[in-house]
């Protein structure tokens, strides 16, 4: 879509841009080029489609050829949005952090059916805080604590928390190192847990533009659960759980992790597609 004299009719740029970002790989090409023309002009769907006939002006082709060209590079069509819903609550996003994802929410909702009752709650690796700020909407009694490594992903989690109107803690540091000597009855991830090497065949819009921090699992997947296991214990009161989002294929390795360390109550839960994606255990030995 270059910049001349040309009239650029609702219709006839959605047209455009759709064939465009098809030759670019982008899948939902059309829907795409409609929630980016939405942004651009301030209308929603409907009124794209009432508005076929009408001319884009000048501002509103700047923005979108900007979003256009972005989005032809793979960029997430959220980082160029600049938020991602979850859980039916809108987050903001930056490349600082992880997408949420829709298989996450199983996270949370495991988390309200076993740990209802939950007065502390910790997330460990928080990255937008959609985990922690969604738990503190779904258990208001409780006081939420998140951590993450990254500060300029609590940035996100923190602006996100006063957005949404959560009292969320924010920690920065790795696992458990921020709360040395505290104790919670509910302890949840998402860690990171794509093997390295298949880091590689991810899509353009994972692989070249999501934070790596919070994808490589190291050779295995595997690297942070065994971190997490390992030392959750230590930080879990009798009767605590502790909750993971895991890949597709790893609900048996983190399930077998967990009763070697000594939890029991072992559930895996699958998502709305039915792959086991999350995997979590109680905890009623000693510290």
Known sequence: MKQTDEIWTTLKVLAWTTSYLAEKGVENARREAEW????????????????????????????????????????????????????????????????????????????????????????????????????????????????????????????????????????????????????????VSNPPYITSADLLDLQPEVRDFEPHLALDGGADGLAAYRQLVTNAPQHLDSGGWLLFEVGAGQADDVATLLEKAGFDAIVTIPDGAGIQRVVGGAWHGAR
């Open 36 to 187: 980016l023309l939405c942004d651009a002009t301030g209308l929603d769907r409907m009124g794209l489609y009432l508005n076929f006939d009408k001319p884009l002006q000048p501002d509103e082709l700047v923005a979108y050829r900007s979003m256009i060209a972005r989005r032809g590079k793979r960029e997430p069509l959220q980082y160029i949005l600049g938020n991602q819903e979850f859980h039916g609550l809108s987050f903001e996003v930056s490349p600082s952090v992880l997408i949420p994802r829709p298989d996450t929410e199983t996270l949370i909702d495991a988390a309200v059916l076993h740990a209802p009752h939950s007065r502390c709650i910790l997330d460990i690796g928080t990255g937008s805080g959609c985990i922690a700020v969604s738990l503190a909407h779904r258990l208001p009694l409780a006081k939420v604590t998140a951590i993450d490594l990254s500060p300029d992903a609590l940035l996100v989690a923190r602006r996100n928390a006063e957005h949404l109107g959560a009292s969320v803690e924010f920690l920065q540091g790795s696992y458990f190192q921020p709360v040395t000597g505290r104790t919670f009855d509910l302890i």
